[in-house]
């Protein structure tokens, strides 16, 4: 297997990195190789994104060693790593908006004063052609599409050679056609003699794409799959390896939620709405604009009943937050209405909406969810600044507001040295379960969930899944907006599915509906597939 | 300080209603290290100024607390405190828009408006009504002057979200330049040749506290930072403004109305800067004359974040400022330097403030006191590095 | 009143330009610096107190000298100074720019004033008028004449850099580079471009415009250095800076119009008419409010303006 001609591009040795009260990485060794795709599997907060921090010169390793064809090299600063041929597509855009294609691509060849922009126009066509995609040189990048958005990225890494192409969880916001074209994408790559690293947290992902499989848990290895293995095991037999690498002892955990996901499907399997029950939230032809790029929603009518759980799936970006912040009333509709118990609610405020038990636990956590120079308990009435009895004639009512915050603290298990503790210091699990006191207190009816469980741990991910549950079935309802589709294929009693702003469907949870929400995602199935 | 990094393996802890109080002691000194060393470093680079400038240091610092405290058989206090009542209302004007993280930087035109109409208006009102109607009468005026000069930038920032900074800089020029022209035209003194307005009678300025040469415009300002600190502190408006002040986007998502935000704490302010003039017109000065601008604002704001927007902390403050700046003038006149000094001293303290701030942010998170931004540019000052 | 025969004259129209062009030289200097700084994503509050250090540095090099040239030189210099304490404190170590820039300011009124009056006392020496160069062919043109084309070498060289500095912005990768510093800071980084070092740059030449705006105050229009000479310009270069949203064309054009304002009581005297100078004064930021109460939704300024950019930190 060690052929002497076969040295590896890039063998990583022992990397340790600490930040300060986190041990991110803790020895860890990685080899990649020429043609091979080496995915990267583990949880959030495995270490994956210091890992390849540490690839793309992003962070230095406290210990340990990095060695390129065999040499002993530091990266230093990501201009290293670019000069060392190592390209990375990092998961969040690091295209400009503002900039053109073409400009983004330029950016940093400062080999010359003038941009040359035939030169950039030569090498763009080159790569479009390498990788067998159509990109316009002059499109903002603001204005592309995300998969195109991404197809930049990767020529961008591309861009001054690369020998090793890193993609951080490029799937996370791509159809199920962008993946496809993806897989054609690396197929492409792979030929030409490119490593790539694949980082994901989705294991039929790794097994689908990957060569070679590396697992990361709390900052170790905890594992390896290697090439041989992939191609001989069965399926089954490998994912259960993986399973077992990735959790460990809280495997046990992880089979209970399938087992329970399995019971769930069968018991409601074909799922009929009860007719009968009471609608709870209606919208009637909503529409509303989204921020700048992101997209907002438009003519979206819902009916969401008591006791039921309706999932709204759909790629990143097609007005999901829209969808959320006019329900909970943080953004004003253009059209349309929004009744709650058959009553109009569009012209509440948020407080008003709130106090008649409509809730929404944003997806934003720390961007809106937390005041984080705050302390903890405060944090959980934020939603009833001035109201009785934590407020009296204005005036905060310190002892009533920390004595229910220390019960709420309690009852949600939320993690703090105590209420007075400043709500940013708390981890992102906690930090979600803070907002779920908030929200799922004092008589939560209706709840609108975004994202819950993003990139919270397997435990904290049940616990939310389980409230979500118990909220329905104690005579409540609840609106999960999510881009996990094995969650709401879960927790969902119907799924409708959000494209570009519009509700193009609504499929009852059941065998095939997997299938058929795919289909409505990428936009072939017919609109009469609307309940 | 220590980080409190939560593990989510940590068994869950007592539920405790204060888990600093252990740490109070701790606390106090950390502020006071924080509040006090920027002015004590200043104080110790003007005085290595002084020294370039071939000054003693010693007795220019001896004469700012002879003239600004003890001078005159220990009278000269009082001229400090007579200041501290504008300086205290500007604060307090400040330190409520800055909680908002919102900055009116407009004071000298909100300031001069006021002075403008209390000066001009003074004298025929407390001629034709009983004074202490006259006397809140031009109160209120000052102050609303100062509220509606911030209308055009607070409603531009509520409905457009237009940099504040640019459009209440605007209006303190324009506010100035209306201020003059007010007071070169309809409220020119017709008795003098010079653009002033005509004077107050004495009797019929605010009086005195008994016993002292001190208005009561002091007691005013006192009271004023009193109310702001409890309103922010213990109110709703008060928590609704830190909200947004710390994170406007959840200040949205809490439901807090952003535009009438802005432009209640807007007005709230601008009327403070209003009445510090009312004050300072109707108590110390009488009249105004044309180009007149004490600029106390300016002075006024690195104290404002010295005390860091914590409205009682600034009382001390603007007392050392009061006595920096009263006593400063007989410094300056005796070392034959010029008065424009003592922006030099607080320039300095606004700079040594940032950097103590920052070290003490560095020692927080646990991290060097180098970052790396700091590390890379000591390794390659200025200079791309070149690829190996 | 204002008679048509007192405005509708040569003298008049040419006092106008002149007088615009004399007072919104420093104005134009000062607000392409701060175009500079700002489309790299750094905000300068402190532009006052940089033009005051360059005018009064720029005074004394042409004082001592005897020459605009080594006064020019001086007062970069004088701006130079001021900006090392924003890139140290608001680049390197990502301190508040607002903070830093009002103490730049408030240290830099007081310093150039304490240091006149230790230096001169009371006393305001003044300095030669400076050289003129009169464009052959197109100075004998009736008002353009005499006011555009017979004007110190250092005014033709504003015009030229206005130019240049179009190109840089459009043509070159530091131009490209500027824009992704104030556009989004990480992806100059992940591309390879060291941010601190592109900020550093940008910051360091506001400090330097800044500087000869300062000196061109005191040498060339004023001929004399007296404290707070300045007078305001520096927070007007900021207004005319984000009013020309990065492009140097608008803020030549911004420049001059605010130059005309500052100096047009003069040439109404001139012409006989006498308007209070509070209410010409007044004039441009009364129209640039009114302008932003008009457009004020079409304002644009760069998403990572003011905020200090940290590796790693998100």
Redesign the interface.
């Known amino acids: 297997m060690n052929a002497p001609n076969d040295t590896p591009i890039v063998e990583l040795l022992g990397i340790t990195k600490a930040f300060p009260g986190v041990l991110a990485n803790d020895r860890v060794d990685l080899t990649l190789r020429r043609g091979e795709v080496h995915c990267l599997l583990g949880e959030n907060g495995a270490g994956k994104s210091t890992l390849i921090g540490i690839l793309s010169g992003l962070n230095r390793p406290d210990k340990g060693t990095i060695r390129i064809e065999g040499v002993e090299t530091a990266i230093s600063s990501p201009r290293t790593a670019l000069d060392l041929g190592i390209g990375t597509v990092h998961q969040h855009s690091a295209l400009i908006p503002a900039l053109t294609v073409l400009e983004n691509l330029m950016l940093g060849d400062n080999r010359k004063l003038r941009l040359d922009e035939e030169g950039g126009r030569r090498r763009l066509a080159e790569l479009a052609e390498l990788l067998g995609v159509h990109v316009d040189p002059d499109t903002k990048a603001v204005d592309l599409a995300l998969g195109h958005q991404q197809q930049v990225e990767i020529i961008k890494a591309l861009w001054r050679g690369s020998r090793v192409l890193i993609l951080d969880e490029p799937t996370s916001m791509l159809t199920p056609q962008g993946v496809a074209e993806l897989t054609k994408v690396l197929g492409r790559l792979k030929e030409q003699g490119q490593a790539v690293v694949f980082i994901t947290h989705k294991l039929h992902e790794a097994l689908s794409l990957g060569d070679f499989i590396s697992i990361l848990r709390q900052g170790r290895l905890a594992g390896t799959i290697d090439r041989r293995a992939l191609q001989t095991k069965p399926a089954e037999e490998l994912r259960a390896e993986i399973v077992r690498i990735m959790f460990g002892e809280e495997a046990r955990a992880v089979e209970d939620v399938a087992e329970l996901r399995e019971e769930r499907v069968e018991a409601e399997a074909p799922v009929e709405v009860d007719a009968s029950a009471e609608t709870v939230l209606e919208l009637r032809n909503v529409s509303a604009s989204g921020d700048g790029a992101e997209l907002g929603v438009e003519s979206i009518s819902l009916e969401l009943k008591q006791g039921e759980i309706l999932g709204v799936a759909g790629v990143d970006g097609n007005g999901q937050r829209a969808l959320a912040e006019v329900i909970a009333g943080q953004r004003g509709s253009s059209q349309g209405e929004v009744l709650l118990y058959g009553g109009p609610v569009t012209r509440l405020p948020v407080s008003a909406r709130q106090k008649l038990g409509l809730r929404y636990v944003t997806d934003d956590r720390l961007g809106e969810g937390i005041v984080g120079s705050l302390p903890v308990g405060l944090n959980m009435f934020l939603k009833r600044v001035g109201e009785r009895p934590y407020w009296k004639h204005g005036r905060i009512q310190r002892a009533v507001v920390d004595e229910r915050a220390g019960e709420l603290v309690r009852e949600f298990d939320v993690r703090t040295p105590g209420v007075g503790t400043r709500a940013g210091t708390l981890s992102g699990g906690n930090v979600q379960k803070v907002l779920l006191a908030r929200e799922l207190s004092f008589e939560p009816k209706v709840v609108v969930f975004n994202k819950p469980t993003y990139g919270l741990d397997v435990k904290t991910t049940a616990t939310v899944r389980d409230l979500i549950r118990r909220l329905a079935s104690g005579g409540g309802a609840a609106l999960v907006i999510s881009t996990d589709l094995d969650e709401l294929l879960e927790i969902g009693d119907r799924i409708a599915v959000l494209s570009h702003g519009r509700l193009v469907g609504i499929v009852a949870n059941g065998p095939g509906a997997a299938e058929e929400v795919g289909r409505l995602m990428i936009g072939s199935a017919g609109a009469e597939a609307a309940a | 300080m220590t980080t409190e990094t939560i593990s989510t393996k940590a068994p869950p802890a007592a539920v405790r209603a204060k888990p600093t109080r252990s740490r109070l002691g701790d606390r106090v000194f950390d502020v006071c290290v924080r509040s006090l060393f920027p002015v004590i470093l200043a104080l110790g680079a003007g005085a290595i100024l002084l020294l370039a400038l071939g000054r003693n240091p010693v007795s220019f610092y001896q004469d700012i607390w002879l003239g600004g405290v003890s001078g005159g058989g220990w009278d000269a206090w009082q001229d400090s405190a007579i200041r501290m009542a504008p300086l205290l209302l500007i604060a307090a004007g400040l330190t409520v828009i800055f909680r908002a993280n919102i900055w009116n930087l407009g004071y000298n035109g909100q300031f001069l408006l006021g002075a403008a109409l209390v000066t001009g208006y003074g004298p025929s009102l407390t001629n034709n009504v009983s004074l202490p109607v006259a006397m809140l009468l031009l109160v209120l005026m000052a102050g609303a002057a100062g509220a509606v000069w911030t209308i055009v930038p607070a409603v531009l920032k509520a409905r457009y979200g237009t940099n504040e900074i640019i459009t209440t800089l605007m209006m303190s020029f324009i506010g100035v330049d209306l201020a003059n022209i007010l007071i070169k035209g309809p409220f020119q003194d017709p008795a003098v040749t010079i653009p002033q307005t005509r004077v107050l009678d004495l009797e019929k300025m605010l009086p005195n506290i008994p016993g002292t040469r001190i208005h009561i415009g002091l007691l005013v300002a006192f009271g004023a930072v009193l109310v702001v600190h409890y309103v922010l502190t213990r109110t709703s408006w008060g928590l609704r403004l830190r909200i947004m002040g710390a994170n406007p986007r959840a200040a949205r998502h809490f439901g807090v109305n952003l535009p009438r935000l802005i432009i209640t704490s807007f007005l709230v302010s601008g009327f403070l800067v209003g009445l510090a003039a009312a004050v300072d017109f109707l108590g110390l000065w009488g009249y105004i004359r044309g180009g007149q601008n004490p600029a106390y604002g300016d002075t006024v704001i690195p104290f404002v974040f010295l005390a860091r927007l914590n409205a009682l902390a600034v009382i001390p403050f603007i007392a050392f400022f009061s006595v920096l700046s009263v006593g400063g003038d007989l410094a300056a006149t005796n070392a034959n330097l010029s008065t424009d000094f003592l922006l030099v001293l607080v320039g300095l303290i606004l700079l040594f403030m940032t950097v103590i701030e920052y070290l003490g942010r560095r020692r927080d998170l646990g991290g060097t006191y180098l970052p790396p931004g700091l590390k890379e540019a000591l390794r390659a000052p200025l200079f791309r590095r070149r690829s190996p | 009143m204002i008679l048509a025969s007192q405005v509708w004259t040569e003298v008049f129209w040419t006092s106008v330009i002149a007088g615009g062009l004399l007072a919104g030289v420093p104005l134009m200097f000062t607000a392409l610096g701060e175009t500079i700084s700002e489309r790299a994503g750094v905000l300068n ?1 402190g532009l006052e ?1 940089m033009m005051l250090l360059g005018a009064y540095l720029g005074f004394l090099g042409a004082h001592y000298t005897g020459s605009v040239w080594v006064g020019f030189l001086t007062g970069i210099a004088g701006g130079m100074i001021g900006s090392v ?1 924003m890139i140290v ?1 608001c ?6 720019q ?3 820039g ?10 150039t ?2 240091l ?3 230096q001169f006392g009371s006393t305001y020496p003044r300095l030669d008028a400076a050289p003129t160069v009169a464009i052959p062919g197109l100075h004998h043109i009736s008002v353009l004449g005499s006011s555009l084309f017979d004007q110190p070498l250092i005014v033709y060289l504003a015009f030229v850099f206005v130019g240049l500095l179009a190109w840089l912005f459009r ?7 500027l ?2 510093a104030g ?2 800071p ?12 592109t900020r ?2 940008a910051a ?1 030449s506001t400090g330097a415009l800044a500087g000869l705006g300062g000196a061109y105050l005191s040498i060339v229009a004023a001929g004399i250095f007296t ?1 707070f000479i300045t007078q ?1 310009q520096g ?1 007007m270069a ?2 005319i800076a ?1 009013l020309g949203r990065g492009r140097p064309l608008w803020v030549l054009l911004g420049s001059f119009l605010f130059g005309i304002a500052l100096s047009l009581s003069d040439s109404l005297q001139l012409a006989g008419i006498n308007i ?1 100078t ?2 010409v ?2 004039l441009p ?2 129209a ?2 009114i302008a ?2 008009l457009f ?2 079409r ?1 644009y ?1 760069p998403p990572a303006l003011a905020l200090p ?4 930190a998100r």
């Open positions: 509050i107190g304490f404190l680049v390197w170590l990502g301190l508040d607002i903070v830093v009002i103490a730049i300011t408030l240290a830099g009124e007081g310093i004033s304490v006149q009056q230790a043509r070159t990768n530091i131009g490209l580079n824009r992704a556009e989004k990480e992806a100059l980084d992940a591309a390879g471009v060291s941010v601190v070092a550093s740059w360091l404290p305001g927070f900021i207004v984000m209070s509070d209410v004064h007044m930021f009364a640039i409010i932003l109460i004020a939704r304002s300024l950019y940290v590796r790693g």
